[in-house]
């Protein structure tokens, strides 16, 4: 992590500092072991490891400083939050990560124990007092997706200036204009917290922000798949964790910069491991920083992970906002439609999942396909089984994985993963 003071930051946000640097501790050595040990990593890394050491520090700072010239600072959890609407506040948004179980004995006071990992965790981080984004949010946006967070969010709001967005569970015509006016509703909540109106001019330049981000990890998505493979699964996949808290701007650049260098190594036909390493796609719940356990067990089984369908990963990238329409309304349709296009497992039916999970497994080229949920997570478990079936039927290989935040199934982890890598590799 890096060197600078904070502390004066974090005591001004109420951090509980002892806990707190414990957690720091925790996340800078996992961040060598997984990432810096890496051999061949990309010069353009070099700039998500500056942000990753920072992501406490520098960006905190970055928040602070925009709050004190006015700005107001909103935490999300879902990809369903329309950013495109926050930036066209002139607000800031954050992706509140949810990937560490630090706190969870005190998010178990509250909410059951049988409850995912994820809503665990940004329960115990506010409880515990160790996320420097929470306590920087203005407002945070919840979302009715799966029934567990939908529930959590009733507690969390006693705890954070909280508001949450209703998502259908399905696609029909009635689910879209429940959708539509739910857009409304979180537009009048913006311009109600910001004091700021959302004109066209300033959404049509949000959207255009928002979508070249899209397009830069659309871009790196494409160039990964290449043989041999130029990037790692586990740095694709901290590009895409940072994306969430980034500036969006700068973040693109980088990401374009990073793109720029592995056509170059494409080029020179260079990679990161042999031809021959099995390739993977992983698929299922997302995966929040600093959870890296399992990409980094799939990697270490001499196998390489060259897509992500998850939230944190293509599922968040893959379509664009129409930029065409010129009118207020018609940009807010074309955010409403895109939205509506996520496949979240949360949809009933959502056979959309299925189809493209089989369609990247065949893009990708992959030798087999990882499942990934966490545990007591009803929505993707479920899917799971359907998945594996339609994967079978297309003579793809999966392996179903219910995991959580804590290592005491690395062991397990790493021998189910060994196994299955040297069933595919033998094929
Ligand atoms: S759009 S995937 S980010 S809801 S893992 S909390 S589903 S019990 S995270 Fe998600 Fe939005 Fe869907 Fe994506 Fe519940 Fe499952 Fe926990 Fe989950």
Known sequence: MGTSDYTAMWKKLSLDIPAHTGLLEVLGKFYNDIYLSQEGRLKGMEYLDFVLSEVHGLRIKELQDAKADGKKIVGTFCVFVPEELTLAADAIQVGLCSGADAGTEAAEKIIPRNTCALIKSFVGFKLARICPYTESCDLVVGETTCDGKKKAYETFAEH????????????NACDRDLWKA??????TKLGTLTGNEITADRLKKSIKTVNDRRRALQRLNRLRAAVPVPISGRDVLLVN??????????????INQLCDEIENRIQKKQGIVKNDVPRLLLSGCP???PNWKLPFVI???????????SCIGTRNTRD???????????MIDAICDRYLKIDCACFTPNTERMENITAMAKELNVDGVIHYSL???????????????????????????????????????KTRVGAFVEMIGSR
């Not at 954070?160 to 696609?171: D, G, I, L, T």
């Not at 739910?182 to 537009?187: A, H, P, S, T």
């Open 160 to 171: 954070v200036p909280m508001y949450v967005m209703e998502v259908p569970q399905q696609k």
């Open 299 to 309: 990697e270490g089984s001499n196998a390489v992970v060259v897509g992500e369908e």
């Open 287 to 289: 995966m929040a920083v």
């Open 241 to 254: 964790q940072i994306s969430f808290y980034d500036d969006p701007i700068r973040f693109t650049k980088s």
């Open 320 to 330: 664009l906002v129409d930029e065409s329409p010129d009118t207020l309304d018609g």
């Open 375 to 413: 545990m007591f997570c009803q929505p993707y478990a479920n899917e799971a089984l359907k998945i594996e079936k339609i994967l079978k039927k297309n003579e793809i290989p999966m392996l179903s994985i219910e995991t959580d935040y804590s290592m005491d199934d690395l062991e397990q982890l």
């Open 182 to 187: 739910e857009i409304l509703r979180f537009k």
